[in-house]
């Protein structure tokens, strides 16, 4: 994606979510919440959640799988979600939720949004209330977060739980507003958000570079843990939220690319090539 040079936004605009923080994992469930009058509508947040690509554990049917997993300290029938490659390996490699090791290593994951994570999960959660929707973070974040959470005034031993349980979204604060020069929303600016601190960073140090009046602000990444990043959505005025974008994963859209190529039809007198799991063969960055 090519970005159009960034302008300065009011400084405040995230500092409500960078605050929110809880040391539990992330767990997806009841999504009714009553919203304030002048909040985003509903359809827009599950638009800007459209935009944060998630890999699915799925049974043979390519419907989310409930596994035996422990959160929280607690045994449940979770469903799991990765927010990376990264992500998704260290669950195959049976090193989160307590995973059966054979179990773990069999699994398959599907790439989908996150809007559409919670849309599958909503009726199954329904019927089994005491069933968790959970994502995984990306460990390559971990670090990161950390320190950010930290330098957010955040406690130390509760910014290293958060890190390791939560995955983030990461923001620029004071918001800066940029434009793609392609695509469908080609001309139109946003705040640019990612799940990778590093994509963020490159636009804040672009910005200070090339703007003396945004590098007086002394501009700065924060990290948001996911589900306190929903609640902003949800609750926060439009006025605050409505040109807030998660910039998708270059290495998640690779995947899916690569997915999509497995899966088209061979040509004649060649057999197809069979679809590789994403957590067994991780796309080249």
């Known amino acids: 994606m090519t970005l159009n040079f ?49 890999l699915m554990a799925v049974n043979d049917k390519g419907q989310p799988r409930p596994l035996p997993a ?26 989160r939720y307590g995973l059966d090791p054979k179990l773990a290593k069999g699994l398959r994951f599907a790439p989908v949004s996150l809007a559409r ?58 918001g800066l507003l940029v434009s793609s020069n392609e695509g469908p929303d080609k001309g139109k600016q946003f705040v640019p958000c990612a799940t990778e601190a590093e994509f963020v960073e490159g636009i804040v140090q672009w910005a200070i570079k090339e703007s003396p009046q945004i590098a007086a602000t002394k501009p700065k990444v924060v990290a948001i843990p996911l589900n306190s990043f929903i609640t902003f959505l949800r609750n926060e005025p439009e006025s605050r939220v409505g040109q807030l974008r998660v910039v998708p994963s270059g290495r998640m859209v690779n995947l899916i690319q690569q997915i999509s190529r497995q899966q088209q039809p061979a040509p004649t007198g060649k057999p197809a090539e069979p679809a590789t799991s994403p957590a067994a063969k991780p796309a080249t960055p």
């Open 6 to 54: 960034p302008v300065l936004m009011a400084s405040s605009l995230l500092r409500p979510a960078a605050a929110a923080l809880s040391g539990a994992a992330l767990l997806l469930g009841g999504l009714g919440l009553m919203a304030p009058a002048q909040a985003l509508p509903e359809a827009e947040v599950s638009a800007k959640l459209d935009t944060i690509l998630l």
């Open 70 to 95: 422990k959160v929280d300290g607690r045994t449940v029938n979770a469903y799991l979600a990765a927010i990376s490659i990264a992500a998704a390996e260290e669950i195959t490699a049976g090193k």
């Open 117 to 174: 994570f919670n849309l599958l999960l909503a009726p199954l959660l329904k019927a089994k209330p005491k069933d968790l929707g959970v994502i995984a973070p990306d460990p390559a974040q971990v670090a990161t977060a950390t320190t950010m959470l930290v330098a957010q005034n955040v406690p130390a031993a509760q910014a290293s739980q958060v890190a390791a349980l939560q995955p983030m979204i990461f923001c620029p604060e004071p």
